[in-house]
Every structure is written in C-alpha cells, then in structure tokens.
T-cell receptor, first 111, second 114 residues
Framework: NAGVTQTPKFRVLKTGQSMTLLCAQD?????MYWYRQDPGMGLRLIHY???????AKGEVPDGYNVSRLKKQNFLLGLESAAPSQTSVYFC??????????FGPGTRLTVL | ELKVEQNPLFLSMQEGKNYTIYCNYS?????LYWYRQDPGKSLESLFV?????AVKQEGRLMASLDTKARLSTLHITAAVHDLSATYFC??????????????FGTGTQLKVEL
C-alpha cells in the first residue's frame, strides 16, 4: 500500500496564480484532512471531509477551496495565491476518531 | 477554543540521559496522539492514548495521559542520537459536522548529542 500520497512535492508560484494540490489514499479511509505547517505554529487544519462529496472548513480556511469527488482523493485549491500561503501542506486520512496518517507534504512558496 | 502547549520547545540532551516532554491542553478530551517528525519529512504516529491513565511504551519512549490534569508526558529513557527529531502532541476533538480534528502543540525539537 502506498498510504497517503501528495502531488506535487514542491511548487513555486507567483502572487495571484492558482494551483491545485492532490491528495490520494489507498486505505479506504472515510475522513481526509488538509493541514498547513508553519514554523513555530504546529499544524493547523484548513479543510476536512468526512466522506465522498462532503467538505467542511477547519480553523484557517480563507483563501482555499477543496473538493472530494472520489473517496480516495481530496483536492486543495488556491485560487489566487498570496505570500502568506507559503507553507508546507500536509494531507491526512483516517477512520473516525483514530489516528490520522499523513502524506509526505507539499512545500509551496509564493513569491 | 482548545489550546495545546508543549514544553520545552527545544531540548538538547546527551546520549544516555533521561528527559520528559510535557503536553498540556485546555479543554476536556479523552484522546491524545504523539507524532514524530524528522526534518523535511512527514509526521509518523508514535502513540495513541485513548483513556485516562493510558500508558504506552515503545523502545526508549513512554507516553502517558492524565485526562483529569489535561496532561500528557513523553518520557525518554537513555536517549540515543537516533531519537533526534521534532515531537508533537495532538489532542482530538469532535467536529460539529462530524469527524474529528487534531489540535497540535507547537512541537518539541529534540537534539541528542553524541
């Protein structure tokens, strides 16, 4: 099993550009999450999904959109990137109320 | 709002020494997780603590949970260089729309000197 995979691993954007980060999991998990990690701040939840076709906002959702059209995939979109969105993005998946399994991360720089 | 505080934030220790990392949280929760992160890598699950008084051990690491005190500890016994990493605690909370959210501490960066 590949577990949780993320595409791309690295990306550099200019302010105002858009992009989509892809997360895929092969563990048949119901729940999927997007976090961002910034120095000294731990991980913060951006959006999450409790099942195919459902999404909800986390604690820092502004500037991001998500979609979960298939159970195994969770997409994170940036419509108009800003320098404040420079971060490392982690996707995670889980069954309900058990440990979350994390992907390898995407390092995004917005110039 | 749930707050999770870890201390210390940085820990430099010599091989063979013992030390404890503390994780305090502000609201009731019966589930807490410890993760390890190596530089530039993802988070690896270390322990899942599901109830008051839970204690888990793996090698030189032992984690415990006191839900009444809202405190978890990660104890390191006879540290070795390979334990150098950043350790995060994360407290589980139910989300109103379903699902559960992890609120992470800021992490403890551990460096074990040879």
């Amino acid at each position: 099993n590949a577990g949780v995979t993320q595409t791309p691993k690295f990306r550099v954007l200019k302010t105002g550009q858009s992009m989509t980060l892809l997360c895929a999991q092969d563990m048949n998990h119901e729940y999927m999450y997007w976090y961002r990690q910034d120095p000294g701040m731990g991980l913060r939840l951006i959006h999450y999904s409790v099942g195919e076709g459902t999404t909800a906002k986390g604690e820092v959702p502004d500037g991001y959109n998500v979609s979960r059209l298939k159970k195994q995939n969770f997409l994170l979109g940036l419509e108009s990137a800003a320098p404040s969105q420079t971060s490392v993005y982690f996707c995670a998946s889980s069954y309900p109320r058990v440990e979350q399994f994390f992907g390898p991360g995407t390092r995004l720089t917005v110039l | 709002e749930l707050k999770v505080e870890q201390n210390p934030l940085f820990l430099s220790m010599q091989e063979g020494k013992n030390y404890t990392i503390y994780c305090n949280y502000s609201t009731t929760s019966d589930r807490l997780y410890w993760y390890r992160q190596d530089p530039g890598k993802s988070l690896e699950s270390l322990f899942v603590l599901l109830s008051n008084g839970a204690v888990k051990q793996e090698g030189r690491l032992m984690a415990s949970l006191d839900t009444k005190a809202r405190l978890s500890t990660l104890h390191i016994t006879a540290a070795v260089h390979d334990l150098s990493a950043t350790y995060f605690c994360a407290v589980d909370a139910l989300l109103t729309g379903g699902g559960n959210k992890l609120t992470f501490g800021t992490g403890t960066q551990l460096k074990v000197e040879l």
